[in-house]
Structures are given as structure tokens and as C-alpha cells.
């Protein structure tokens, strides 16, 4: 025989024995972990293999450096503006509405059509295009490849976002409802109208059976616009490369391939316009420049040729002339930057480094040209006329030269606009779907299961505050005169009765008659032992087991213990004291009639009711009786003092099995009419404040508790790390 049973450890910290309490709780519900995260992991793989599959269709655009194509800037400007990676400004005008909007208009995105299925599996039913049954032809459910094809559906600002249903009636004809209301019928390839014309519908096919229906909603353009955004996805490869990937995610990879195209054509459309527009908005500028410049320019040579008519063609001296070279360099300058000026005022305030620099370089060009102009103020005066005369035109002349070129080269470069952006890869969806990934679901399914599990564990072990070791018991002042190992052929010989909407085992069987070896028999005369050195200061050979709640197991101790303690050569008498719920005729497999609550109503006398157990000599018990409606009443009263008292006379041991000490005050009323009181505690069920108030009840109707005995002891991992075993061996 092995007997294990709780004894303290000191050896390990109190970190190590909270891990490994912690371990010893989840060893313990093995069962229900492994439950719990084989459960979790099919509902991952469930969803997983239910879930609509979703595709990705993916291409690569190149966003080239702008080439600056207004050549005002070409001279200045392009050299002191820095050019910054035009990738991030246009990943953002990929995804406006500018571009996403004219897709949705192009598609009819914001038009959705949503085939009505059968739950949780319909998708499934889709993919793998399963034709309805023939029981289920009438239920209302699109199947298999069931599709319509919707060429348009204006509706009223009012019924944008509003949800109809289409019901397909044969391959032309189809019926409208809304909120449950059939709005009329329509023909496919017709526009129909519904709601006095705020509603139209227009079906282009029809590839459904009659009766499946599908749900139409004409969503408002911006929420479509969002949703597309949504999965539509830009992301640069590298930093500054100005290679930018697209992707678009959809449960369809035509349309996914699709859209994507589209949105490509959208963008280098707009691209190439853009670029247009700006060459053609310089070269309108340009050309009305040109009459103005050719007009001062026709004027400085008219007012030259006067002046020269009339003082007889007066002509330069060599360092006036190299003055006047300065001089129209200068201005030319000074009108390049002018120019300049124009184009940058644009994009920047003044106190930009750029535009900063350019107003600088601006001022000592001007100053440069007036320390000209005071030399040219100490020539002579004919001189000075000729030469402002002489500059007026050369400068003029530069400048008509200049704009005539500038309008020549932006006419050839709003001819050759091909914009920045050019297409890599051509929109392609991808064969596999990206989502679900099975793997990672079913895995993170296992996990959360497993979390769950742990969960689940340690908050039933934080409310369950059960006794462990008898050392709880001994703190409580009561001395343990028993640890009783849970049995399971106790198990076997025990029976599962429904009692308040619970289900309670009950003994069924005399285990100490059937396996008279079980380690918990070894126990119960261990316990023999100890009763009789316990009694021997007791008035009387009474003895009652109680416990402070249901299902502690007193009654298998009651009657194991007399089995033995009669096996030793005692006459015992078991006296079933709980006349409510009592089972001891059920160990004893007898009827629970005539017995105690018959003799106490002075019916029967107790030669009458007595029975003996014809397995076990010397062993005899009294039943419960009828269950009366004053058991306490009863129990107090002289009949069953004197009942006791006879009792004791005629044998040698009378053990009482009184009901739960904290349901009923019966238990109290016994115990006040016998020597000898023991406390019955289950093995984590009762927890000690549950014992110490059971003992409190007993001690306030003057029963004194003898000691206790600890039932139902199992070896679990959790209370073998916390307080060991002590093991014993009989052979």
C-alpha cells in the first residue's frame, strides 16, 4: 500500500514554490488546457479556411527629377533653387481625390453589388462553386458563381449609402425591395425607375438562379473615394530613389488588376497635363513680352537715328564704347534676374534662402550699374546722350534676342511634353491570396488559447481558497486525526444525482466490504487508532461526524470508519442523523422508510428499525426515516436523548452522520448529546475561514470540535511542489 500525503518543505524560495505552484496548477488541468487550445486552434483554423481569401495586384512607377521647362528659370533660377525629391509630393497625389476620385468614376466603384449568401460558409460555397441544393433552391441565397452585372444606379442624394435588394426573378427579369418593401420590377439591359424616380436601375446580365437575391448600394462618392484609399497602397523603394511600388488589395484579382491600371493611367494622364499646362502658361507670358521688348526696342533705335541726324552722326570714343558694353551686360543681368524673380516669387516669400540670394545678387548688379552711371555723368554731354541712347537699344535688342529664343524653345517643349512619371511594371495581380495567412492565424489561435487556458486556471485557483494541507487545519487549533486519500474505486462504486441543479456524487457501495485494501480503508484505521485514544477522556461512546458544507464526504467516512471499527470485533451502530438529505441507506443499500424520524415520532422503537449490515458482522444502522417537516424539532426532543442513550448501552461504538454544521442547526443539537465531535474537510472545497466559521457555530451551541480529518486528498503537481509528500509503504 502507498499513502502519500502533504508535509511542509522549507527548502525551495518562496519565488521558486510560487513558479512552481504555478506550473503544478497547469499540470494539474492538463485536460482542460489541451481542451482549451485544441478548441482555439480549430476556431483559428475555421476562420481561416472560411475567411474571404484576399488578393494583390501590385505595379512600379518611376517619378523622374523634374526638368525645369520654363526657361526663364533656366539661368538662375534652376541653379539656386534646390531641388527636393519630388517622390513624396507625388505618392500624395497618387492617393487624392483627383486621381482615386476619377477611378471611382470610371469603375462605378462607389456602385456595390454584394451577393446574398449563405452564413459563416457562403464564401466557401462561392470559391469552390457548389450549386444550390435542391432542398435549398428556395431560400434566398446567391450560390456558387450566382453574379449580376450592374451597368449603373443614379439615385437621389437621399438613398446614397442606402441599401436595396435586388431579387432575380428568371435571366431578364428582376424585382427591387427596400426595407422589406417590393418597389417594382425591371428588365435586364433597361434603365428602371423606382421611388417616383429618385432610385434607377440599370442590369446589364443576369447569371443567377430565380429567388437569389443580392443587396445594391450606391455609396456617396467620398466614402468610396476613402474605401479605395483604404486598400490602395504607395510606398517608395529606397529613400530618395524615386521608385514608387503600388499595390491594391481586393477580394477579385481582375479587379484588383484592374483598378490598379487604371488608377496608373489616371496618374501619368494628369502627369503629362500638368507638365503641359505649365509650359503653355510661360509661353503665353513669353509672347506677350515679345510686342513690348520689340516696341522699346524700335523706339531707343528711332530716338538714336534723330540724335544722330541731327548733330551729324556723332560717334563714340573707344572707352565710352567699353562703357557702354558694361553697361547693357549689366542690364542683361539685371533683366535675367528680373526674370528669375518673377518665377521664384511663386514658391517662395522673400525670406527664403533663395529668393535672399537672388535679391542680393540683384543689388550688387544695381550697384555695379550706377558706379557706371556716374562715370558716364563726368563724359561730355554729347557723349553721355549718345551712350544712353546707344545702350537703350543695345540692352533692348538683347532682350527682344532673348525672348525670341525662350518662345522658340517653349514651343518645343509643349510639343515634346511626355511628363515625369513613367510606368516599370504594368499592373499584375498575384495568383495566391496575402490574407488570410493561415498559418499565422491558426498559430496566434494557439496562443490566445493557450493564454486563455492559463487564464482560466489561475482564476479558478484565486477563487478556489480550498484547504491544501493539513496545516491549515492544525492552524485553526484543530488536531488532524485523519488524511483520507480520495479513492477511485470509491469513484466506481459511487453514483452521479442531480440535487438543486447540481450534479453530487453518492456512495452507492461500502468500499471497505468491496476493497477492503484501498488506501483510503488504510486510512479510515489509521484513524481507528486515534479514535480510541481520543475518546478515552469522553463521557460517553457517541461520536459525530459532521462538516461545515455538502459534499465533504462525512457519510463515506461515517460508514467506512464503523465497517472497520466492527471488522475489529466492536458492535457499531450507525445512526443516520441528517433526516432531510440523508444517504447512508444507500450505502447500506436499504430503503431510507422506517427509520429514525419514525422512532422519534414515537411510532417505532429502535429494536424495530435497527439493521443489520450482513456483510460485515457487528455492524448494524439506523436510516433516515420519512423525512419529517420538524427535523430539529426532533432531534431536540427527550426521545432522541434517550435514544442515544439506549443505543449506547447495547453498543459499544455509536457514530451519528449529522447534516452540514453551516446549512441547518441540526448538526448543533447532536452534538450537545455526544461525547465526541469531528470535523469532516474536503480537499480544496472547503476553504479554512469556511472551517473556522462551522466551528464558531458548533462552539456557540456549546460543541466542542475533538479534531478534524482531512478527506478527498489527491496528489496534484501543484500541492506536491508547495508542501511535498511524505510517502508510506505497508506490504
Known sequence: MNLNVPAPQTSKTDNDMELGRI???????????????????????????????????????????????????????????????????????????MVLGRAVDLLNLDIRVEPVRVPVIGGFLQRHQIAAPAFAQDWGYAWGDDHIELAGMPVAGEYLGKTFTLEVLDETRYALHYRGERLGEGSVGEEASFLGGAVGVEVESIAAAPGATFKLTHAQRVVAVDQLRDNFGVAEQGNGTGIISWSLTDPSPALAERVLATIGDIYVTQNIQRQSEEARKSLEFLSKQVPEVRGELAGAEQQLNAYRSEHDSVDISMETKSVLDRVVNLES???????????????????????????????????????????????????????????????NQAIYVQLRNKVQEMQIAEASTVGNVRVLDDSESFPRPVSPNKIMIIALATILGAAFAVAVVMLRAMFNRGLESPDQLEQLGLPVYAIVPKSDDQNRLSRRIRRGGRSQSVPAGLLAWHRPLDVSIEALRSLRTSLHFAMLDSTDNRLMITGPSPAVGKSFITANLAAVCAQNGQRVLVIDGDMRKGQMHKIFK?????????????????????????????????????????????????RFTELLAKASERYDLVIVDSPPVLAVTDATVIGKRVGTTLMVARFQLNPPKEIELAMRRLDTGGVRVKGAILNGLERKAATAYTYGYYNYSYR
Open 23 to 97: 506550473l503544478g496548477l497547469l499540470f494539474d488541468a492538463k485536460g482542460l488546457v489541451i481542451s482549451l487550445i485544441v478548441l482555439f486552434a480549430l476556431v483559428g483554423a475555421a476562420y481561416a479556411f472560411f475567411a474571404t481569401p484576399i488578393f494583390r495586384a501590385d505595379s512600379l512607377v518611376q517619378v523622374e527629377t523634374k526638368t525645369p521647362k520654363n526657361p526663364l528659370a533656366d539661368a538662375t533660377a534652376s541653379a539656386m533653387m534646390p531641388q527636393l525629391p519630388p517622390s513624396r509630393a507625388e505618392m500624395e497625389i497618387m492617393k487624392s481625390r
Open 333 to 395: 543681368q539685371l533683366n535675367e534676374l528680373e526674370f528669375s524673380e518673377a518665377e521664384i516669387s511663386r514658391r517662395f516669400t522673400p525670406s527664403h534662402p533663395t529668393y535672399a540670394a537672388l535679391l542680393e545678387k540683384k543689388a550688387q548688379l544695381k550697384r555695379e550699374l550706377n558706379t557706371l552711371e556716374e562715370r558716364i555723368n563726368g563724359m561730355p554731354e554729347t557723349q553721355q546722350e549718345v551712350l544712353r541712347m546707344q545702350r537703350d537699344v543695345s540692352v
Open 590 to 638: 436499504g430503503p431510507s422508510e422506517d427509520g429514525l424520524s419514525e422512532i422519534l415520532a414515537g411510532r417505532h422503537t429502535l429494536e424495530e428499525m435497527v439493521r443489520p449490515v450482513e456483510s460485515i458482522e457487528g455492524l448494524e444502522y439506523l436510516a433516515r426515516g420519512v423525512v419529517p417537516p420538524n427535523a430539529s424539532e426532533l432531534l431536540a426532543s427527550e
